[in-house]
């Protein structure tokens, strides 16, 4: 069963975003033609949402991977919420990671998760340090150290917010 594993910044600039969504695009149709595909993502704003969207739009069954902490009270805005509970609503699986100490460490095991679980990584990634503990970057190392494939989309020149 082939999986995809999604990580990404919450903020994606407006100049990144049609590249973004046309190299996710790409990657779920490839992924849709295999039995049993499945998309790993969980459901942050930003590329974690448009991921999981654009997965079940073609028909590829989400997995959302939940970090262990009061995540949906962290998401964001009450569009951010909403368009969590939506979607965690048609997700195939739920996955619940045991509670950790902080909340970057909790993010840092949900990506983990997702990279120990997929056979490829998509990363919405301007290539920049972490912010914090468990931002893009870590799980990007994190997968690059496991031999997990990544892709990353972003157009160069553009920076986040």
Do not use: N
Request: proline content about 7%; glycine content about 10%; charged content about 20%.
């Amino acid at each position: 069963m082939p999986r995809i594993g999604i990580t990404g910044h919450r903020c994606v600039p407006a100049a990144v975003l049609p590249a973004v969504r046309a190299g996710i695009v790409a990657e779920l149709k490839e992924l849709s033609q295999e039995p049993a595909a499945q998309a790993l993502s969980a459901l942050a704003a930003g590329s974690d949402q448009l991921f999981a969207r654009l997965a079940l739009d073609h028909g590829v069954p989400v997995t959302a991977v939940i970090p262990g902490m009061d995540y949906e009270a962290h998401l964001g805005d009450e569009r951010v919420r909403g368009a969590y509970r939506l979607l965690l609503a048609a997700c195939a699986e739920h996955v619940r990671l045991p509670r950790e100490p902080t909340h970057e460490e909790a993010y840092y095991a949900a990506g983990r998760w997702i990279v120990d679980h997929a056979d490829r990584l998509v990363a919405v990634w301007d290539g920049r340090p972490a912010r914090g503990l468990g931002g893009t970057a870590d799980v990007v190392a994190y997968a690059r150290s496991t031999g997990v494939p990544v892709r990353v989309l972003w157009r160069p020149g553009v920076t986040r917010a």
